[in-house]
């Protein structure tokens, strides 16, 4: 080499720490920034094929614009009957709001309940209001509170949507401060360094910074699209998936150095070298996983898709170029006041690891029976958890006033009221299909909207030769209940000849968000797994080993979601979860499982290389137990932050998530895998080069001839 080339080999770690430096100053402002591009209108994410979407677009047709409804509910405050001159201030104080920004039409007039001790009004508010929307609320409740002798809450969608804005508010700092101290914590106790955990915390911030930067430009020119969830998600898969990489090449990097006297250059080429395919395997595992959720009918599930992969590029672009240059010119200092070992040089590797590979060399099969047994007993109450949606008044994990109100207008009036489901059918089959509706068991009433906006005020509006029909169910519009009486209502419209009927409306709209849901998960589950298995393939040249840990991973899947049925149900209180939970639980647990299958079974086979199949298994957990472990922690704890945004899909979603990577971490990673290699021996690695080592009587065996460590 010559003397210009060392001299720009060694300049190129200061070039790459300044412009990762540049990077992180000149993007980092994108990580607060990604709210402005953000929605949570969630009638933005529903399925693109479902009939009620078509319901949607039908009511376009129809000349009245898609709404936003915010339920007025007024009480006495002493609990008795609200009298006529109480109601017609109500309906004064509504139509005060006509013309008001942000409202459609005029206010519904406020009616009474049946039992005569409340009063309901319904204001139409506009879907896209975004940031507009609380000032639109407020002036509601100003409105509506003027009203003498009587208390006001608000409910329905636009008071829903309110408290979800209201719970993701501020996410972008809270979420990154409790995952970044979360993870600098476990780091500081676990490697006992000083400067290695702040580098690493950096490259992870530098790389969410950049992912940040990438989605806000795409967002803002509308190529993907971004709400609280995809937001929270983003930050805490970076972040994790960032120090997960870093732990293994720092790792790597410490051996490398011990082994090679401290020379910093060769010594990470060598960590390079062994480290980037298994790293940049594992990224591949979850980016193209979460691309697989292109496949979704549902919009919230196709935008995680890229733009999380977005994320785990910048991740691993970062553990592959900021942090080799962070490190070549740190040297030793990295880890101090810990310094690399001689013992290093050979894989280092705790007591408690030689103790636990000595355990899976003595008695495999007990091992991997004994852990085996564990899982499926677990894994056997997977069928009890509901993923039906969860109700109202659990989406908040805490108190929130749209949930109070709902509660009080379900006292006192049926439970589909002012938020009904919405039928849209041949105005010549008007009469068929309002008597088929009102047929239908669990429908309360049915009003056909006239031209003055409101149901039964007039004659019928018809557009096109269409009108719409709006029924109020008598259970609540969250509930499954109303959801069985859509699928009912949907049956009886469908029947009447020449209606061409359409059924829509929240309800539906959450009942085919469901059925999507379903139907995602038949497709995408095989796809990440054909997915991950190619990669697995190709990474450990066998058919047999890939086979198997994907086979793992998915048991380790099933046995998180029995242990999260129970979980959920006896300690959380939840009595459902979210649709979406299980696919994204999944692609999650599954994709970043296999990582750290990856990581182990791409030093067993690079130890089995060298040393035999029976020797690389008992090396290669004892080499990578610490670090993988200690990644796991991590991760575990970064999708645990998640658990500060009070909502309940992104505290299912943080158990399941860490859970899962600890159960898989500490379990199948740590005991059942390399028992299962180790009792399988060489053909474990069928058909590939090492399922030919030659095994002794004692379960010894030695590389295949000719193989060298870096191997076939």
């Known amino acids: 080499m010559s003397r210009s080339t060392r001299r720009a080999v060694r300049l190129l770690p200061l070039v790459l720490l300044v412009v990762w430096l540049a990077v992180g100053g000149g993007l980092g402002p994108f990580a607060g920034k990604l709210g402005e591009v953000a929605t949570n209108d969630q009638a933005a994410f529903l399925p693109r094929s479902a009939e009620s979407t078509r319901v949607i677009e039908a009511q376009r047709a129809f000349r009245q614009e898609e709404t936003l409804p915010a339920l007025v509910v007024w009480t006495s405050p002493d609990g008795g009957p609200v009298g006529p001159d109480t109601r017609s201030a109500a309906t004064r104080a509504l139509a005060t709001l006509t013309g008001r920004p942000g409202v459609v039409g005029t206010p519904s007039p406020a009616l009474p309940s049946e039992d005569g001790e409340a009063l309901r009004g319904v204001v139409q508010l506009r879907p896209d209001l975004g940031e507009e929307l609380a000032p639109a609320l407020e002036a509601i409740d100003r409105a509506a509170s003027a009203v003498p002798g009587t208390s006001v809450r608000l409910a329905g ?7 979800l804005s209201d719970a993701f508010a501020g996410i972008d700092g809270l979420l990154l401060a409790v995952a970044l101290v979360t993870v600098l914590v476990i780091l500081l106790l676990v490697y006992r360094s000083v400067l290695l955990p702040l580098v690493i915390i950096l490259g992870a911030v530098f790389s969410l910074a950049l992912a940040c930067a990438v989605v806000y430009v795409l967002a803002d020119h509308d190529l993907v699209r971004v709400d609280g969830q995809v937001q929270g998600i983003l930050s805490i898969l970076v972040i994790g998936a960032a120090t997960d990489y870093a732990l293994l090449l720092a790792a790597r990097y410490r051996e490398e150095l011990a082994r090679h006297e401290g020379d910093r250059f060769p010594a990470m080429r060598a960590a390079l070298r062994e480290s980037a395919g298994p790293i940049t395997a594992s990224a591949a595992t979850v980016a193209l996983g979460l691309l697989a959720l292109l496949f979704s009918d549902l919009t919230n599930n196709r935008a995680l898709g890229p733009v999380g992969a977005i994320g785990i590029v910048c991740a691993v672009l970062s553990a592959l170029t900021f942090l080799p240059a962070v490190l070549v010119l740190l040297g030793r200092a990295a880890y101090w006041p810990a310094r690399p070992r001689p013992s290093d040089a050979e894989g280092g590797g705790t007591g408690i690891w030689r103790r636990v590979a000595a355990l899976v060399d003595r008695a495999p099969r007990k091992v991997w029976a004994a852990t085996l047994a564990g899982l499926l007993a677990c894994a056997a109450f997977a069928p009890v958890l509901e993923s039906k ?9 805490n108190d929130a006033p749209s949930v109070a109100a709902q509660e009080t207008l379900g006292r006192h009036f049926p439970g589909g009221a002012g938020n009904p489901a919405i039928v849209i059918a041949g105005a010549d089959s008007l009469a068929e299909v309002t008597a088929a509706a009102e047929g239908v068991e669990g429908v309360d009433s049915t009003a056909a909207v006239t031209a003055s906006g409101r149901p039964g005020a007039g004659a019928p509006l018809v557009v096109d030769g269409r009108v719409r029909i709006d029924v109020t169910l008598t259970d609540a519009a969250d509930s499954e209940a109303a959801a069985v009486t859509v699928a009912r209502l949907r049956s009886a419209v469908h029947a009447v000849p020449g209606a061409d009927a359409l059924v829509g409306g929240y309800t539906a709209q959450r009942y085919d968000t469901q059925r999507t849901a379903e139907r995602d998960r038949m497709l995408i589950v095989p796809v990440v797994l054909a997915v991950i298995l190619t990669i697995l393939v190709g990474l450990l040249r066998s058919l047999l080993m890939p086979l198997l840990l994907v086979a793992t991973v998915a048991l380790n899947f099933l046995a998180t979601l ?5 979980v959920f149900r006896y300690v959380f209180g939840f009595t459902g979860t979210d649709s979406s939970v299980p696919l994204y639980g999944f692609v999650f647990l599954v994709a970043l499982g296999v990582d750290y299958n990856i990581f182990l079974m791409s030093r067993v086979r690079e130890e089995s290389l060298r040393h035999g199949v029976r020797e690389g298994v008992l090396r290669g957990l004892t080499a990578t137990g610490g670090v993988i472990t200690s990644a796991g922690v991590v991760l575990a704890a970064t999708f645990a932050a998640l658990g500060v945004i009070p909502l309940a899909f992104l505290v299912q979603i ?16 740590s005991l059942l895998v390399p028992a ?31 193989a060298s460590a870096t191997g076939a």
Do not use: H
């Open 157 to 163: 969608p636009a008071a829903t949507q309110a408290d």
């Open 389 to 397: 949606g969860v109700p109202l008044d659990e989406i908040f994990v």
């Open 562 to 566: 029995g242990v999260s049925a129970l």
């Open 654 to 669: 943080a158990f399941i998530v860490a859970f899962g990577v600890l159960l898989d971490t500490l379990v199948v990673r």
């Open 676 to 706: 299962l290699v180790r009792d399988l021996g060489p053909v474990a690695w069928w058909p590939g080069e090492l399922s030919r080592c030659a095994t002794g009587p004692e379960g010894r065996s030695a590389p295949p001839k000719g």
